[in-house]
């Protein structure tokens, strides 16, 4: 996230995964967090603003990758936090 990438980004209501390594290194301290959710090893330190969960990937006849009913459920629910 720090050194020559983006600074004084926002992240809200986002679903991060990913399965091998850390999906975020190089913090810089100026991202701001809100409501997200992840699944597997974030890599930096996150103070507040995202919450370990299986976001509950599900294949769908319509489109490829969908969020199932529970996740959005706990994408509502990570709002408030």
């Known amino acids: 996230m720090g050194g020559s990438g983006p600074t004084n980004a926002i992240f809200a209501h986002t679903l991060f995964k990913k399965d ?3 999906i975020f290194f ?3 301290g100026k991202t701001t ?3 997200n959710m992840y699944q ?11 919450i370990a ?3 509950k990937f599900a ?5 490829f990758i969908k969020l199932d009913r529970l996740a959005v459920q706990l994408m509502l629910r990570a709002r408030s936090i």
């Open 20 to 22: 091998a390594r850390d």
């Open 26 to 28: 190089n913090p810089n």
């Open 33 to 35: 967090w809100l409501g």
């Open 40 to 50: 597997g090893t974030l890599g930096i330190s996150i103070a507040s603003g995202m």
């Open 53 to 55: 969960i299986d976001p």
């Open 59 to 63: 294949l769908s006849a319509r489109v």
